[in-house]
């Protein structure tokens, strides 16, 4: 939901053809899947940073996706530590067992790529409406079908989500509290009495939803038009151009730095 | 005449599931004409109205006889795409037909689909926006819409490809006074100024009264009654027994056997002058012949509401301090400084516009959500920290949607369910499955699946379940939304009988007639504030305050009010207290005794 509300917020980034954004969004990922270079990893995350105020998003998206994160760093981090192949150098022992420093920076590496690119999420799928990002994926050439049933998919999940917590709420007046019960518990009798009538409901909006959308047309024969416009404007060109001028930098740094040995990692294996 | 733009021959149908709805429909409609629909739930409206868009039976199947041409096109021939160029569908249920994120696309979708332009859909949609009303919400996602916008957001999606026909199933029956308003005012305007051809079923009859050109009355799939409002809804003798509600001042009129050549006006003003005549000549004036008087002045409405005393803590069912709440993720609190007491064994009606706060109040009460601030007691017992099991046997509160809670397989089951989480001894579960199966009357219905009965006896069964647990209070939320005339009375004379019974009872609704016959005091609730505690019988006479929250008083207690300069005494509810005041006054009348 807070996504929707977003996207229908103004801003450069906004502004951008979905197409462009998710191009560079590719891009990005792609570089921060290749590399484990970790001064190139910081640069990335810092080159998204600035792009959150300028695109609106407020920064309680960036705490949340932190917090969310910082389990599975710290086990990252961990495993790493102790079990990283390339590991030499200890750093401390629990009893027998060494922690490295390569594992160390290994595992920092991996946390790294994995919190650019979940970074970079918020950036497409918050400032893109749904409809826009319909109207790009058709120029794209995916069926309408597809992409149509993928819209009413992110339409179903907040009436999905009210209609569980009605539910909840009128199986708690008949005394059944999830809150109340152990996870067992919880698992053989606590979620039956919720997904039935949740399955149910849905069933039958659905079969609502159904006539509503045969009743608009779809499926008419001919070509669709589409609301939204996507041819790209001079922002678009402009973006574009500084994308591929800032990851070209960046793969020509990795290149002369000695890229196919994939930068600091190996540094420490030698 | 022009040539009917719906020509219905001699249609028949049976759902694929064997289920009979439509029997011999013939049946035309003129171009520029506003049809409504009445009947019984069940009765064929929602079947007849899916006919007209191709819906039934394109996409449904099912068994069919006769024929249905619209716009000169067979439905049967014409796939739904082809016809819904000719023809916009309203459903009943406002989310369910959004299935756009937001307003914009959910207009387009529509003409997207036809192939227009994107310069002509964006040209339509500033008129469409205009016509109905929510231009200043066209950047706005469809979530964020009130009940009564979303309905007409439905509406528009329709229009943007220009049909001659708008077919609305049941489109106010979800909705408050005020989204309703909006919704029978739109469909006029289109009709009115636009000249476009508006069918709609509806149990709203007084708005029927008010709009519609002809009324057809459906029982059983077969047409019963056709003809002009006026006309029809007089027949109160052939509607009773298809459960159609029947307006007040028809029926009043009825009582009063004032049917003669110049028949009582249906319209609130009119027929106030013209029973002032027959209190005084012993007859009615033709209506129309007299100018609209002004409703009775706020001047009249009484001294500040009585309070309904609390005599000891022990002896009040509800008691509840200076309460507020703010939902998380808000800024304004949904309610502020709520305070009311309600002795054992009232029946309680609270009304206001949907989103002021009722809902809130309530949930407050059985412990779904604390209060920020304040107090709650329930029978003197702070509800503070309570279990919700234990609280579940203290008060209960009835959803308005009975399916957000049925997933057992048998009617029987269901009810155990909460007997068993409170975790009584099997012969007492027995027990009290007996006692709420009988008094909700499902003894025969005990062993059926729940999914299978109709929505009033859905809703039967989830008034069982919370009986079951003995509360002492009892909430019913909105109990008669989508309900017929008989699921209405049905249900309200099961909350009386409940009353009658012993316990407390609070009833949300937004039907005023029933609120004004059963209640004994009401609470206006709007803005978060309780705006109004008083007892039923004066509440209504707080014109201004209800007009805030966009509450009409019921016909007969308008009349009634409108009346008063002419004798009548306040607080008259029912028509039957009306009618017998009037009779009482006609035999005095100085005309008549002298």
Redesign the interface.
């Known amino acids: 939901m807070d996504a929707l509300r977003l996207s229908q917020l103004d801003s450069p980034v906004h502004r951008l053809n979905p197409l462009t954004k998710l191009f560079i969004m590719l891009l990005y990922w792609g570089t921060a899947l290749f590399t484990f270079n970790i001064p190139v990893l910081l640069t990335l995350i810092l080159l998204t940073l600035p792009l959150y105020p300028i695109s609106r998003i407020p920064l309680r998206v960036l705490r949340v996706i932190l917090s969310i994160m910082v389990g599975i760093f710290i086990l990252f981090i961990i495993i790493n530590g102790f079990m990283f192949y390339g590991g030499k150098t200890p750093l401390f022992y629990v009893y027998k067992w060494p922690f490295t420093i390569e594992g160390l920076v290994f595992g920092f590496a991996v946390c790294l790529k994995i919190l650019s690119v979940v970074m970079m999420i918020p950036l497409l799928t918050m400032t893109t409406t749904l409809p826009k990002l319909m109207a790009g994926l058709a120029t794209l050439k995916l069926p309408y079908k597809f992409i149509f049933t993928f819209g009413v998919a992110m339409r179903l999940v907040p009436l999905v989500t009210s209609t569980y917590f009605d539910i909840m709420a009128s199986q708690r007046l008949r005394g059944h509290d999830l809150r109340e019960m152990n996870y067992f518990k919880r698992l053989i009798k606590g979620y039956v009495p919720l997904f039935i009538p949740l399955v149910l409901t849905m069933l039958r909006r659905t079969a609502d939803m159904d006539i509503a959308i045969e009743s608009r047309g779809f499926g008419a024969p001919g070509k669709r038009t589409y609301l939204e416009e996507m041819r790209p404007s001079r922002a678009d060109i402009a973006a574009l151009a500084l994308a591929l001028a800032v990851f070209a930098g960046i793969f020509s740094y990795l290149y002369l730095n000695s890229a196919g040995q994939m930068g600091l990692i190996i540094e420490f294996q030698k | 005449m022009a040539d009917p733009i719906i020509h219905i021959a001699n249609l028949s149908y049976t759902y694929p599931s064997e289920q009979k709805a439509l029997e011999d429909i013939s049946l035309d409609v003129y171009p520029g004409e506003y049809l409504a629909i009445v009947g019984a739930n069940g009765a064929g409206k929602t079947t007849l109205c899916?006919f007209l868009?191709g819906?039934i039976p394109?996409?449904m199947g099912g068994r069919v006889g006769g024929s249905v041409h619209v716009c000169g096109m067979d439905t049967f021939e014409h796939?739904?795409?082809?016809i819904?160029?000719y023809v916009?569908?309203v459903?009943q249920?406002p989310?369910?037909?959004?299935?756009?994120?937001?307003v914009?696309?959910e207009i387009?979708?529509?003409?997207?689909?036809?192939?227009?332009?994107?310069a002509d859909?964006?040209n339509r949609m500033q008129d469409v926006l205009k016509i109905v009303r929510l231009e200043e919400m066209a950047?706005?996602?469809?979530?964020e819409l009130s009940g009564g916008q979303k309905q007409r957001l439905?509406i528009a999606?329709?229009l943007i490809?220009r049909p001659q026909i708008l077919v609305a199933d049941e489109p106010t029956s979800q909705l408050d006074p005020i989204g309703k308003e909006e919704v029978f005012a739109t469909l006029s305007s289109l009709n009115k100024e636009y000249g476009m051809t508006v069918v709609i079923a509806s149990h709203d009859v007084d708005e029927i009264v008010r709009y519609a050109d002809r009324v057809i009355v459906l029982d059983h799939g077969r047409i019963i009654l056709e003809g002009k409002p006026e006309q029809i809804f007089r027949e109160v003798e052939s509607l009773d027994p298809v459960y159609v509600h029947v307006p007040d001042l028809a029926r009043l009129s009825n009582v009063l056997q004032i049917n003669g050549s110049h028949p009582l006006s249906l319209s609130v003003p009119e027929a106030a002058e013209q029973l002032k005549e027959w209190l005084c000549f012993g007859q009615l004036p033709p209506p129309g012949s007299i100018q609209e008087p002004a409703m009775p002045a706020a001047a009249e409405k009484p001294e500040s509401p009585p309070v309904t005393g609390p005599d000891t803590r022990e002896e009040l069912a509800v008691d509840v301090q200076d309460i507020s709440y703010t939902y998380p993720g808000t800024n304004a609190p949904a309610i502020a400084h709520i305070s009311f007491a309600i002795p054992k064994g009232q029946f309680v009606g609270i009304i206001g516009q949907n989103g002021g706060g009722k809902t809130t109040i309530m949930?407050c009460l059985?412990g779904?959500i604390r209060p920020s601030q304040g107090e709650i007691r329930l029978a003197g017992q702070l509800l503070a920290r309570q279990?919700?099991?234990v609280i579940?046997t203290q008060i209960?509160?009835i959803?308005q949607?009975p399916?957000?809670?049925?997933?057992c397989m048998s009617v029987e089951e269901e009810i155990r369910?909460?007997l068993q989480?409170?975790k009584l001894d099997p012969e007492e579960v027995d027990r009290r499955l007996e006692e709420a199966l009988a008094i909700t009357g499902l003894v025969e219905h005990r062993s059926l699946y729940p999914?299978k009965l109709s929505l009033g006896d859905r809703r039967k069964v989830?008034v069982a379940?919370?009986v079951a647990?003995r509360p002492h209070v009892l909430i019913f939320d909105e109990p008669l939304t989508g309900q017929d005339y008989k699921g209405r009375y049905e249900l309200t004379n099961l909350a009386a009988a409940l009353h009658k019974a012993g316990h407390t009872v609070m009833m949300i609704s937004h039907d005023m007639e029933l609120v004004a016959r059963f209640t004994e005091r009401t609470l206006v609730v709007g803005k978060g504030q309780l705006l109004v505690d008083a007892p039923t019988r004066e509440v209504f006479d707080h014109l201004d305050i209800l007009r805030e929250t966009f509450i009409d008083p019921p016909e007969i207690i308008r009349l009634a009010q409108a009346l008063r300069p002419a004798g009548l005494p306040a607080g008259l509810l029912s028509i039957e207290q009306v009618a017998e005041e009037l009779l009482k006054l006609r035999s005095i009348s100085p005309a008549r005794g002298g």
């Open positions: 899916m868009n819906v394109n996409v796939p739904v795409y082809d819904a160029q916009g569908l459903l249920d989310e369910s037909q959004l299935f756009s994120a937001d914009r696309s387009a979708f529509s003409a997207e689909n036809r192939g227009i332009p994107r859909i964006l950047g706005r996602l469809s979530d439905a999606a329709n490809v949930k059985v779904l279990k919700i099991g579940a209960g509160l959803l949607n399916d957000t809670q049925l997933f369910f909460g989480n409170l999914f989830a379940s919370i647990m």
